[in-house]
């Protein structure tokens, strides 16, 4: 794997270069046939901005989108799975563009070991996180009133090449959360 820290970078930069690699990697495919080509890791952090997936409801946002430049976010309708979400520093990007003909040809499978590796990594840090099974994502505190959210997923797949990916909230201001579904 081929990783790429981008830091704290534009959202529609970080958009442009994961969809340049992803696509790269589909063209090698066509070309090379079932020839391996490789499998890519971004991370980064993005300056506040709402993302919409193509599942997602406008309304979700709660604010006007004329609103967005007074809490300086910016706003994308975007190809990946699922409703709005909200990115901003203090929050770990990871985009993996991964060749899943490679690995195992399930989108189900490749969202759960997603899921899998956030839930993993918080061990690490002494912190128990785990999933609701009606909803995707990494959770804390699922058998409280309390639960809320830490990770969030949503990919996009094409001949199997994974876009898209991990939202993981370690240090993020969470007030922006106020302005979604």
């Known amino acids: 794997v ?26 090698a495919k066509k070309n090379a046939g079932p020839k391996f080509v490789g499998h890519h890791l971004i991370l980064c952090q993005h300056p506040h901005v709402f993302t919409l997936g193509k599942s997602g409801k406008e309304e979700h946002l709660k604010i006007s989108k004329s609103e967005l430049p007074n809490i300086q976010a910016d706003y994308y309708k975007i190809n990946r799975g699922g409703d709005i979400t909200y990115h901003g520093p203090g929050q770990l990007v990871a985009y993996p563009i991964l060749d899943l003909e490679q690995l195992k040809p399930d989108v189900h ?41 830490i990770a969030a997923i949503g990919v996009h797949l094409s001949r199997w090449v994974s876009l898209h990916g991990i939202a993981f909230n370690i240090n993020t201001n969470l007030d922006y959360f106020n302005f979604i579904v």
């Open 2 to 27: 081929k990783v790429l820290d981008l830091g704290l970078t534009d959202y529609e930069k970080a958009w442009d270069f994961q969809t340049n690699i992803h696509q790269k990697l589909i063209d």
């Open 109 to 149: 499978w490749y969202v759960r070991n997603l899921e899998e590796t956030i839930i993993q990594t918080l061990k690490e840090f002494k912190i128990s996180g785990d999933r609701i099974k009606e909803h995707t994502g990494v959770w804390l505190d699922v058998r409280s009133q309390n639960a809320r959210k």
